[in-house]
């Protein structure tokens, strides 16, 4: 493979630009391929938000945090990680912005959503307290990254159980019914949306190696470092799947299944953390991080926090049309951005 290393600033940004691209048409196929399983399979939104949009829709920050790793780069690795969970989140307030009449979090009748974004706020804690307080060396990974990647299948195991056997009942119905406009890639035959599905896969998969590569080179080039290009510009870019298919969820009005995205992608980018660690030649790889990537964290458990609130309250308090939990969300967001940079 070429060295984006050796390219110039230009050809690294148009190479940064096309991918980016590539992933968000991706994305967005992939959202009404998604829909089509659901419809043909009856499997909950829930679940396929969490095991298939959220494991798909992360493989491009599983791109960039393994050549990352392999590269040595722990802080570009982790930083990504870290701060994608944080920008996936802020990604909601997209998804408001376009429903206008509603609240999100007022739209969402499905509690598994609160036991998925908690659980994602426990993994991101974990990884914050193992790079304070320093990690080990257990069988080729840390013992934190460990623990947080054996969270993670507990994790899993748990929201597939409760999808099952719900355990809580929804006071008060969603405005409107669920399911909204169809389109053609949603009406088509169950294998021609799983092929479709696997094709928008790899094409993300590609997509995110390049936008790692050009990534991390134009790191170094524009002087702004690995961290901080890794926290904001490259995990911008490698939430573009997340926002493609978002949107397309919203337009079908599969609230379930927009927020079970970001909340399941957000469980799977911890969990490559693990795989990080286990890649990296230098040690446990949260001992290479330290206050920048706390900060980090700290800022997607706010983000989520506050959404959290906003789902169990579903009280649809509206400003311009948007939420007020989106409005709290993203000057949170914005402001967090701003401290990174002091931090860089």
């Known amino acids: 493979m070429p060295s984006f290393a050796g390219f110039p600033v230009w050809l690294n940004v148009v190479a940064f630009a096309v991918s980016a691209g590539a992933v968000w048409i991706a994305g967005t196929r992939l959202s009404y391929y998604v829909d089509a399983i659901s419809r043909h399979t009856g499997l909950g939104q829930a679940v396929l938000g969490v095991f298939l949009l959220g494991g798909i829709t992360s493989l491009p920050e599983i791109a960039v945090a393994g050549t990352a790793s392999f590269g040595g780069n722990a802080p570009l690795a982790v930083n990504n990680l870290l701060g994608g969970f944080s920008m996936q989140v802020a990604v909601l307030a997209v998804a408001d912005l376009a429903m206008r009449q509603h609240a999100l979090t007022f739209a969402v009748p ?3 959503v609160l036991l998925q974004g908690a659980l994602g706020i ?3 804690a974990l990884v914050c307290f193992g790079i304070a307080v320093g990690d080990i060396a257990i069988l080729g ?3 934190w990254t460990w623990g947080v990647f054996a969270l993670f299948l507990f994790a899993i195991r748990l929201i597939a159980r409760s999808e099952r056997q719900p355990s809580w009942q929804v006071v008060g119905q969603p405005p409107g019914p669920e399911i909204g406009q169809t389109e053609t890639a949603a009406e088509h035959s169950l294998r021609h949306a799983v092929i479709g599905t696997a094709v928008a896969a790899a094409v993300i998969l590609c997509a995110g190696y ?3 590569e050009s990534g991390e080179a134009l790191a170094e080039q524009t002087g702004l470092g690995s961290s901080f290009f890794g ?8 939430s573009l799947p997340e926002v493609s298919t978002v949107l397309a969820a919203v337009r079908l009005r ?3 299944m927009a927020v079970s995205d970001i909340f399941g992608t957000n469980l799977f980018d911890l969990a490559v953390i693990f795989l990080v660690d286990l890649f990296y030649f230098g ?4 001992n290479e991080v330290g206050q920048f990537s706390i900060v980090a964290g700290l800022i997607g458990i706010l983000v989520t926090g506050l959404y959290l609130v906003g789902l169990i309250e579903r009280r649809n308090p509206l400003v311009f049309g948007i939420g ?5 969300v993203v000057v949170t967001y914005l402001g967090g951005i701003g401290f990174l940079y002091t931090l860089r």
């Open 254 to 256: 599969r609230y379930v």
């Open 231 to 238: 926290a904001v510009f490259v995990a911008i870019s490698t």
């Open 122 to 124: 426990l993994l991101v």
């Open 110 to 112: 499905n509690p598994i």
């Open 141 to 143: 990974a840390g013992a």
């Open 324 to 328: 007020l939990d989106t409005i709290a």
């Open 210 to 212: 390049v936008l790692s």
């Open 283 to 286: 040690g446990p790889v949260l």
